[in-house]
């Protein structure tokens, strides 16, 4: 039965009229709505629904798995034509803040799509999708069959979710409903030019094109069979019927490599690298001979725990048992950054005001020596003397014989104590002048330190701002690079580029319009002068529909990796004047702390020395 067009309201299996709201999607098979009612729910219609579809659809909403709802956009209910009347689609959970995968592991499309996204995040993401597969295969009766990058959906929480359910090969408790479809590069070699039409699919089968998803997420959109460098053409899918696994034990032998700037396999754990080789050899084309969904669950989880961050690129998240940052050994040889967003978006939120920064320097006061304290008046009167001791002019007979007066014992002790006094307040003196004048210079070196750090950092800034001056001079050229280098061939329909070119190009770093222009013939294979031709046509026609805005400011896309560059400089002198701004308060705080010391016991030595003084004018 086919739906008329401008149908605006439908019912539901209750009879229930269901209007239809704004058309989200429209394909050969049929249209997605919005629901007018119901923000949460989405319709979608068939164009001309087999009666084996309707039974499927039939099936799948009256043996819903509820376990699936929450993962998936699995059918929850039948729509008809008219109250009563044969199925013609049905409503389904409207998943929100979704995007597709291929948005995530492709570089160029996760700086638009995930910019905050690192390498932890894509092993995340590789996690929880395969836990939605183990969530599917755990009900015994479910195999997507049709795996594909268009098929899941990553949220920015990195939560996966799986939509076209109504594809998938469902056993229902009467049936078996086939899933019909299936994407080549995704594909099983058993299964490669079957017809999916009568082939029963197995969950062994996903667990190849699951397997597939995880190596394009931990391995940044490389496909684990391109990379053929042998005479004649190899196109994916005869790579995948071959086991042609780029990192297989026989790679070499069957001259395949890596294409240019991929993640070392070495980079991804012992396990993880196990799994990868069971899930492309020969062998795991036998029943239950790939690791299931569950395996690669526990694999990534054990992953995820080994994740470190690196010292030079905070941006670059990677595997804890290297020894060295993989992702920079690939910029250092010449390579691209594939996490520059990553930084230069973590850089946005830290602010770092020079200004503000020195006015806080400024402010801490230097610990200059002066001189000591002045001493307050004491009135203190002397001790008085012992009685017995008046002075007597007894003291020559006592020398006669031999001994000293105790009067003179008396007055010899009193004047020692004040020669000690003085001396003490002397040497003390001179504590208070070493002392605070240590610190002062301490203080001085410290602060010149800051001085030159912080005109190195006004020197990058400057730098910085001629570089950007030279960028705005340039920017319509630069508006040009944005504008081509946000179409991408992955969403194209190209004549002669399939899907399966696609991925041969995206795993060569070939995403967009603007990396057209490094495509030479004989650079990538399978991509010959006729499909060079078809995507160079493709870029013209897009510079012919470019509109330069002379009111637009730099592009972020442009800016902030040169910012990013820029701040990667300074960060050590930022954090150089951090700590050199905390080392000099330190050393203002100890002065001031020496200082008040130094001041009480001066204050305890005047007033020893008056004391002293005071004894001895008694005398």
């Known amino acids: 039965m086919t739906i008329p067009s401008g149908t605006t309201t439908v019912f539901d299996c209750r009879n229930r009229p269901v209007r239809l709201g704004a058309i989200l999607a429209r394909g050969g098979e049929g249209e997605i709505f919005r629901l007018a009612d119901h923000g949460d729910r989405l319709a979608k219609l068939y164009l001309r629904p087999s009666a084996e579809k309707q039974a499927k659809v039939l099936a799948m909403v009256g043996e819903t798995v509820s376990s699936l709802t929450t993962i998936s956009a699995w059918p929850i209910d039948t729509l008809h034509h008219f109250a009563g009347g044969p199925v013609v689609g049905f409503i389904m959970p409207f998943i929100k803040g979704h995007r597709s995968i291929s948005a995530l592991y492709s570089p160029k499309q996760r700086k638009q799509d995930f910019p905050e996204a690192d390498w932890k995040f894509l092993v995340h993401a590789a996690r929880n999708t395969a836990a939605a597969f183990a969530t599917f295969h755990a009900t015994g009766r479910i195999v997507i069959g049709d795996v594909n990058q268009r098929n899941i959906l990553i949220s920015d929480k990195a939560e996966a979710r799986i939509i076209d359910c109504d594809s998938f090969q469902w056993s229902s408790l009467s049936k078996r409903f086939l899933c019909e479809v299936g994407v080549p590069e995704f594909t099983s070699p058993e299964l490669q030019d079957k017809n999916f039409r009568t082939e029963i699919r197995s969950p062994n089968h996903d667990n190849f094109g699951l397997a597939i998803l995880i190596f394009h997420m931990l391995f940044l959109g490389r496909h684990p069979f391109v990379g053929y460098h042998g005479p004649g053409d190899m196109p994916i899918e005869k790579a995948i019927s071959e086991y042609r696994f780029v990192y297989g034990p026989r790679a070499t032998g069957l001259k395949m490599s890596a294409p240019p700037y991929a993640l070392p396999f070495g980079a991804v754990p012992a396990e993880i690298r196990a799994l990868f080789e069971q899930a492309f050899v020969r062998e795991g084309s036998r029943p239950l001979g790939r690791p299931v969904a569950a395996r690669w669950f526990e694999a990534l989880e054990n992953l995820l725990a080994k994740q470190t961050t690196c010292r030079t690129q905070p941006g670059h998240a990677y595997f804890n048992g290297l020894s060295a940052c993989p992702w920079c050994e690939i910029q250092a040889r010449g390579g691209p950054d594939y996490f520059v967003s990553v930084l230069y978006r973590a850089q946005a939120r830290q602010v770092f005001d020079i200004s503000t920064f020195w006015a806080s320097v400024l402010a801490v006061a230097e610990p200059l020596a002066g001189p000591p304290p002045v001493p307050g008046s004491y009135a203190i009167a002397g001790t008085p003397l012992p009685p017995g001791l008046a002075k007597t002019f007894l003291g020559p007979i006592f020398a006669i014989f031999g001994r000293v007066s105790p009067y003179e014992l008396e007055r010899r002790r009193r004047t020692q104590a004040l020669r000690d006094a003085q001396r003490a307040l002397d040497a003390l003196q001179s504590t208070w002048q070493s002392e605070l004048t240590r610190r002062n210079v301490q203080f001085v070196a410290k602060k010149q330190q800051l001085v030159e750090l912080r005109s190195r950092l006004l020197g990058l800034q400057s730098e910085l701002d001629r570089e950007q001056e030279q960028l705005r001079a340039n920017a319509r050229q630069i508006q040009l690079d944005a504008f081509l280098d946000s179409n991408f061939i992955e969403t194209e329909k190209l004549e002669g580029i399939g899907e399966g070119i696609k991925a041969i190009l995206r795993s060569n770093g070939i995403e967009t319009a ?79 702390k020496v200082r008040q010391d130094l001041e009480a016991r001066f204050r305890g030595a005047h007033r020893a020395l008056a004391l002293t003084r005071a004894d001895v004018a008694v005398l």
Do not use: Y
Request: proline content about 4%; glycine content about 8%.
């Open 514 to 592: 603007l990396d057209v222009q490094n495509l030479r013939p004989g650079r990538v294979q399978w991509v010959g002068q006729q499909r060079i031709a078809t995507l160079q046509a493709w870029r013209a026609r897009l510079i012919a529909s470019f509109r330069f805005d002379p009111n637009r400011g730099l592009d972020q896309s442009v800016l902030g990796p040169i910012v990013a560059r820029f701040n990667s400089q300074g960060a050590g002198i930022r954090l150089a004047l951090t700590n050199g701004k905390k080392e000099l308060e330190q050393i203002a705080i100890a002065a001031a």
